[in-house]
């Protein structure tokens, strides 16, 4: 969590933020709470990869509004498919920000 705060605190280029709930040292949702305040990174995309199926963590983390809130996948197969899909949305999120970039 200690190196999350530092890394976020660089203000570096953030496109997007994939943030597991439960962090050494400080819980995830603490973090992005600080996130929502921070007004360089509030309007940054935050989905939360947790380990958590219960209902009032899902609810906590979409009043900070995140836009998704996925299970973290149960076996290193289902993990390796859900790498391989996130890694394909975000490689036609990224094009189609590029594309609308380039038609302003």
Known sequence: AEEAYRF???KRPIALIVLDLSLPGSSGKELLADVRTNTWLR???VIILSGSDRFSDMQECR???VIDYVLKP???RQMSEFISTFRQWFDS?????????REH
């Not at 999120?93 to 970039?101: E, K, M, N, V």
């Open 8 to 10: 976020l605190q660089e």
């Open 43 to 45: 309007q940054v995309p």
């Open 63 to 65: 009043n900070l509004y």
């Open 74 to 76: 149960g076996t290193p």
């Open 93 to 101: 999120t990224l094009a189609q920000s590029l594309l609308r970039h």
